[in-house]
């Protein structure tokens, strides 16, 4: 059986923020700072954690995987990220870091039947997952299962939502816009305010430009707001990467579906409740309904 678009979003706005964590806990920074990384600022550790699992990628790989990311601030940190740590390295810690971090998070709701029962569903989800053209996901999908419910739980979060992520890499190659377009197309559309995006390191000549080519195909008003054909464009990326995300959530079926959604829930309320997490973001972070 479909499961309604909206129902789709829905569940990536529950499974985002039980994966996210890896990006803002201190007992990640912890680790990241024991293997060697900077951390002043998240970007050191997330040019290693998140593409660790493609193995030593350089940075085109990396920024075409990645593709919101200016290949300039990617070139940055990788392929440095692998000097002070190997990938497997890297694996080893980030498994390390979100054991901490849930154990933080949950308490004594780790070992919860609640907990379990929602990895078992997260798990029969990813493992549907169709990763064809999805380099993200089939790199997740391609490392070994965890034991602990908990970590379960976190790696199959982690395959959902970068399969969801590639689908919508493959909905804005559809339409047409590159990684910057693509920024300027979504602030314009009220995704978050335009300072949000600055730090994915494109220069403000460079959003200008890719303003200007927007606007001369008609989707940018003069004004920065998109236009009626610029609106309808997003749109179409929005529905599409819904569309393109479904198949692993439909395994489950509607009941199945509705189960996860309960299970997941005090998960989901421990991590947007942290305070860890960005309140104004474009990832699904903190929004349920």
């Known amino acids: 059986m479909s499961l309604p678009p909206s129902r789709v979003r829905n569940l ?11 990006y803002y806990a201190p007992e990640v920074l912890a680790e990241a700072a024991a293997l060697g990384y900077a951390t002043d600022t998240r970007w050191p550790s997330y040019f290693a954690w998140r593409p660790a699992p493609l193995g030593a990628a350089g940075p085109n790989a990396v920024a075409a995987a990645f593709y919101s990311f200016s290949p300039a601030m990617v070139a940055e940190h990788v392929p440095a990220a692998w000097r002070v740590a190997d990938p497997g390295t890297v694996l080893a810690s980030r498994l390390r870091a979100i054991d901490a971090t849930y154990r933080t998070l949950l308490g004594d709701a780790l070992a919860s039947p609640e907990v379990r029962e929602a990895a078992e569903l997260a798990r029969r989800a990813a493992e549907s997952a169709a990763t064809a053209g999805r ?42 816009l590159d990684p910057v377009e693509a920024l300027v197309s979504f602030a314009a559309f009220g995704a978050a305010r335009r300072q949000v995006f600055d730090s994915r390191g ?7 430009e890719a303003g200007d080519r927007l606007r001369s ?39 199945g579906a509705d189960r996860f959604t309960e299970v997941i829930a005090p998960v989901w309320a421990a991590a947007v409740g942290s305070g860890l997490l960005p309140a104004e973001n474009t990832l699904g972070i903190g929004k349920v309904g």
């Not at 990536?12 to 890896?22: D, F, S």
């Not at 970590?151 to 395959?159: D, P």
């Not at 309808?232 to 509607?254: F, K, N, S, V, Y």
């Open 217 to 255: 195909r008609g989707l940018l008003a003069a004004d920065g707001t998109l236009t009626e054909a610029g609106r309808a464009l997003r749109q179409r990326i929005e529905e599409r990467t819904d569309a393109l995300a479904a198949g692993p959530w439909e395994t489950l079926g509607e009941a």
């Open 12 to 22: 990536w706005h529950l499974t985002e923020p039980v994966h996210a964590v890896l």
């Open 135 to 176: 380099p993200l996901a089939a790199a997740n999908a391609d490392l070994p299962w965890p034991d602990e419910p908990h970590l379960v739980l976190w790696q199959a979060a982690t395959i959902l939502r970068e399969h969801r992520g590639d689908g919508h890499v493959a909905s804005l190659l559809t339409e047409g």
């Open 202 to 208: 494109w220069t403000p000549g460079q959003w200008e």
